[in-house]
């Protein structure tokens, strides 16, 4: 029995922090406060930006990571002065312009065009989700994006959106873009407001 | 039907777009210098070039490469590939040899884009290029070699 429970116990613990729905906008519309709002809206987006299907291409340093584990990328790969790897060994190299079911049925190589490593300057993998949202509203490392920029990215890039069409063999990103989208619409219109670091 | 051109002749096939391009290279054009290895993209045996950029052919769906240029290690041209093919020719770079027709490609990918690669280059670019017979440090230095002939 004891075995049993232990069992019961580890099959909870292996379930990963991110197996998780997305609520919208209107899970939120509670708080009266428009600034705690906001926070609360960007705690929500931060289940999608913290996720491992979107933090694998978001390193600090050096090359991907990747699976849920945010294992080093096999084979190993390097950034590269473009973000797109090393001359003789790109991304596009094995990744092409959509998924791709590796022929023995198991798995697939993940793909989009483009398809590339974020820049440095938007690295996020070990930082807080203070620190992230600081960074994600910084045009001067954000890809010089404004606030409504930052909107169509999140809501309607296609990479980004990849993320919730990963191919076989990867969990997506929690919820939908379109919900990611909502949310971004209402941070913003809430004053993009940060959580506390 | 897929469009493309492999060693510069045109093809028009009737494939379902979703087989690998090795497939296509070696079971139905008999170019059969490209080796499977793998099957997913770890071990860099079936490299050959796409666009002219260095590409696993066993990851890659025909349907992917319509209109495009594939060259297999057959169709390789150029001052880079003959340095490559002398380099390795001049120190016994195979063993076993399976892996090879794919070291080479990225080997020329390479030296096509740095051309007096350093260590670090070298280790970045064949990273993706597995040898069960550990040839490794007559690959690198068989690719130095070939740096020092193009350098003339």
Redesign the interface.
């Given at each position: 029995m004891r075995r049993l429970t232990i069992a019961i116990a580890a099959a909870f613990l292996a379930v990963p922090a991110f197996a998780q729905d997305l609520s919208g906008p209107d899970a939120f519309a509670d708080i009266a406060d428009e600034t705690e709002r906001s926070v609360a809206l960007f705690d929500e987006m931060g289940k999608v930006l913290t996720h491992p299907r979107c933090l694998n291409c978001h390193p600090v340093t050096g090359g991907p990571t990747q699976g849920d584990d945010m294992h080093p990328h096999s084979p190993p790969v390097v950034r590269g002065d473009a973000d797109f790897g090393a001359p003789g060994m790109n991304c596009s190299t094995c990744h092409g312009t959509a998924n791709m079911t590796l022929t023995d049925g198991h798995g697939s190589i993940p793909g989009h065009e483009p398809w590339s490593l974020a820049p440095v300057s938007m690295g996020w993998q070990g930082k807080s989700l203070a620190e992230i949202c600081a960074q994600i509203k910084d045009p001067e490392r954000n890809g010089g994006k404004s606030l409504e920029q930052l909107y169509e990215h999140n809501a309607h890039d296609g990479l980004v959106g990849w993320g919730w069409d990963p191919g076989q063999g990867r969990a997506p990103a929690p919820g939908s873009q379109e919900i990611f989208g909502q949310l971004t619409r209402a941070w913003i219109d809430t004053g993009a407001a940060c959580p506390a670091g | 039907m897929t469009a493309f051109t492999v060693n510069g002749r045109d093809y028009d096939l009737d494939i379902d777009p979703?087989t690998?391009l090795l497939w296509v290279l070696r079971d139905e054009l008999r170019l059969t210098g490209t080796k499977f290895g793998c099957?997913?993209?770890?071990c860099?045996a079936c490299?050959v070039m796409l666009d002219g950029?260095?590409?696993?052919s066993?990851?890659?769906?025909i349907g992917?490469i319509e209109g495009s240029e594939i060259t297999t290690i057959e169709g390789m041209e150029g001052p880079e590939i003959a340095a490559v093919q002398s380099a390795w020719t001049a120190i016994d770079v195979p063993q076993c040899g399976w892996c090879q027709s794919g070291q080479i490609m990225?080997?020329t990918?390479?030296l096509q884009?740095?051309p007096k690669?350093s260590d670090e280059?070298i280790n970045?670019?064949?990273?993706?290029n597995?040898c069960r017979c550990a040839t490794y440090v007559r690959i690198r230095q068989a690719i130095h070699d070939a740096a020092k002939t193009l350098e003339g």
């Open positions: - | 979703e690998p099957g997913i993209a770890q860099g490299t950029m260095p590409r696993r066993c990851v890659t769906p992917m990225s080997a990918a390479l884009q740095v690669p280059d970045n670019a064949m990273a993706g597995v």
